[in-house]
Each structure stands twice: as structure tokens, then as C-alpha cells.
């Protein structure tokens, strides 16, 4: 498809606008003047009529001092024999009765009467006024005018000649009109870091701040693109440096044969690290891809308590073996939703809470409804809770509070990201409440089976 240009785009619509205007005004003209045209004649032939009436003897002869090249006087009986006539005497012997004439009959009803009839022979169209006189008798003069249709030829040349010049001025000024419309807005594109300061029309002020967002979420999905393949290269560099080395120490013989599986097993633990941490890169990698309508989970009615507390019957193995107790309590809490995604946020947050506990401690898992009737899913701990500063921070890729203890206890530094996305898939909310020493409780918010 051939992009269009808004300056051609623009150009022709106020070409187009000049035109019609154009045409409209011409029309309207022509209907005044006709209306005019009208008028004047119908008061010209008024007017006449009435200096007739006056000057008028009853008695026919008296009219001829009144002839004239203009007015055409007609003097009618009330049987409708014409009486006088001021064109021709023989062309009066020969005339027809009258009293059929609209203008006659109108007149012996109701005292004058008016009609415009065309003549197909001269081209003109006669105006007749006819008025009832004191003795009977019907005057009628009428006059022979060019028709307005006629005076319209005569004046066509310079109509013509007068819509080339406006239609030609007019695609002038609109071009010019154009440049200057887009020019500032073709100026936008030369600063795009300050385009919102240099937005010359109040209505591209959207316009120019989507760009703006794009923009700015460009430069921030880069350089978290750079930050993240700089993260997942340090953490991966890391289990490989020691799995290299323990391996390369059994290559060359440097290992005692009652070392060997000890390296084998730092071997394993670092390997089964890595392939955790690729787990979850791979994870986020298709929550990432969830937006697009391809790529997006099936939801269907899921019961978060259900979710919870096989959760809970699956992760209190790892409670035992760090000596945290892991409970579930709860209510039926209906949502639509990935029950396999919502699996994996229960663990996740359920995870970080046994492993940023301590000895002694307690997880309690705990699903219901808020007072607005929305379901929820909390999970709360005892442990050693997370400083305000890094509150802001704990759900962002590879961030860790406590940097030794998660590698001490095998986390990738993923694990709220992935409940982050999770939760975004599912339009929830996360609320995280902690403080230093007392625990921490996260609750995601659903908007429920009726939303």
C-alpha cells in the first residue's frame, strides 16, 4: 500500500473546500439575482400599470397617448374581447378571447392578477400585470424581458473566466497554505529527545508524548536487555569457572582419589545451579512472550485454595529440611487463570519464604477474599524480613537482598520476577509488606471470575 502525503492529503481537501465553496456561492448568487430580477419587473410593470389607470378616460382611444416602445398595453372586456391593443391595430383584429389568459381571470376575481409565461420563438419571457378598472373593463401590460437564463450566456464568459482565476488562486494559496501547516510538524522529527518541547499544534501533543513513551521504553527495554545478558553471563561465568576447574583438577590427576567425590559432587551441585537459573531464564522468556495473543496461556476457572495447599503439601519436605513449619489456611477463592502459571507463583513465593527464613521459623500460606470481594493468595513468613531501600528493587531480574545467602541457599535472583510477570499476565496487583526482623508477607489480588 502506497503511503499517502498529508501535504497532497491536506492540499486537496482545501482545494476541494475552495471548490465546493465555490460552486455554493455561484448557486446562491444566481438564486438572488433571479429573485431580483423578478422583483424589479413585477414593480416596474406596477408601477406603469398604476400611471395607465390613472391617465385612463374609459374609452379606449384615450390609451393610444400613452404608447410606448417598452410597455405593451392590453385593454380586455369582460367578455374577454380585446379592446385595445398597443402593438398593431390588425394584429388586435386578430386576436384571440382573452378570458382564458391566468392573468385575465385572476384580475375579474380578485381585482389584478400577474403571469409569467416564455415565448419558444424569441427567447424571452413576457411578465404580465393586469388590474379591473371602475368600468369593467380588465388592463393589462406586460413587458418583453430577456430571460435570466439568457443574461446568464451573455455573462458566462466572465463566469467562467472569473472560477479559473479563484480555482487557480485558490490552488495556490492552498499549497502554500500546506507547506506551511507541515513544515512544523516535519521540524518534530529533528529532536526527537525534546519533541515534547517543540510540539507546535495542541493537537499533536499526544502524538508527540506516545512518541516520547515509546522512545523512552525503548531506551529502558535496551538497557535492560544489556543489563540482563550482563547478569545471566556473570551468574552462568560463575558454576562454569567451578565446574571447570573441579573437572580440569580429575583430568590432570591433581585430585587425591579420596577428593574425587567430593569434586564430583561441588560437579553436580554447581551444574544443577546452572540448569535451575536456565529453568527460569527460559521461563521468563515465555512469560515475556505472553502479551502477544499467540503466545498467551489459556485461562479457565481456577481455585486458588486448591492451588495453595497442594503447594503446600509439595514444598513441606524443603520446610523440614530448612526447620521452618509450612501451613496453609483459607477459603474457596475462585479466579480465572493458568492453574500451571499459578503453580509456579505459589512456589516461588513460598520458596523465598522458606529460604530467607530462619531455624524455628513459619510459612502460612493463606487464600480468601478482600472486603471488596476480590480473591487473593498471601504468603507470610517470619524470617529476616527486606529493608525498605530494597523493597522497590526485590522484583526486578537476578536483584538480591542478601547476596551470599541466596547463593549459600541456590536461588537464581529470578524467582519474584517470574511472580511479577505471572501476576501481570493475570491483571493482579502485588502487595508486599516487610520489615527488618519481624517477616515479610506478599499478597497478589485477582479480579475474579466476574471481571
Known sequence: ???????????????????LSLVVAVAVCIFVFH?????????ALENESSLITAQYRYDPDSLQALDSDRIRVTLISPSGEVL?????????????????????????????????RDS?????????????????????????????????DQALPAILISCFVIMGSAAFLAGVLTRHLVRPMLKMTDDLDHIQENVPYRELVPFADAIYSDRAMRESNEKMRQEFTANVSHELKTPLTSISGYAEMIETGLARPEDVASFGQKIHSEASRMLRLV??????????????TH??????????????????????VNARRAYVTLNFR?????????????EELCQNLCDNAIRYNRPGGRVLLETGRTREGHPYLSVQDNGIGIPKEAQGSVFERFYRVDKSRSKATGGTGLGLAIVKQIARIH??????????????TVTITFEGLDA
Open 1 to 19: 500500500m502506497r503511503t499517502r502525503s498529508m501535504e497532497e492529503t491536506i492540499g486537496r481537501r482545501l482545494y476541494l473546500m475552495g471548490f
Open 35 to 43: 429573485q431580483a430580477f423578478t422583483k424589479q419587473a413585477w414593480r
Open 84 to 116: 385595445y391593443e398597443s402593438t398593431d391595430a390588425d394584429e388586435q383584429a386578430e386576436m384571440e378571447n382573452h378570458l382564458s389568459r391566468p392573468e385575465v381571470q385572476e384580475a375579474f376575481a380578485a381585482g389584478q392578477g400577474e403571469d409569467i
Open 120 to 152: 419558444a420563438t424569441t427567447g424571452y419571457e413576457t411578465y404580465y400585470y393586469a388590474v379591473l378598472l371602475e368600468d369593467g373593463n380588465v388592463l393589462r401590460t406586460s413587458q418583453d424581458a430577456e430571460t435570466v437564463w439568457a443574461l446568464y
Open 279 to 292: 529453568n527460569d531464564i527460559i521461563q521468563l522468556s515465555h512469560l515475556d512472550a505472553s502479551g502477544s
Open 295 to 316: 503466545d498467551a496461556p489459556v485461562m479457565e476457572p481456577v481455585d486458588l485454595s486448591v492451588i495453595a495447599r497442594e503447594c503446600a503439601e509439595r514444598l513441606k
Open 330 to 342: 483459607g477459603e474457596s477463592a475462585q479466579v480465572k487463570g493458568s492453574p500451571s502459571l499459578l
Open 427 to 440: 491483571n493482579a496487583r502485588i502487595r508486599l509488606n516487610s520489615e527488618v526482623g519481624v517477616g515479610t
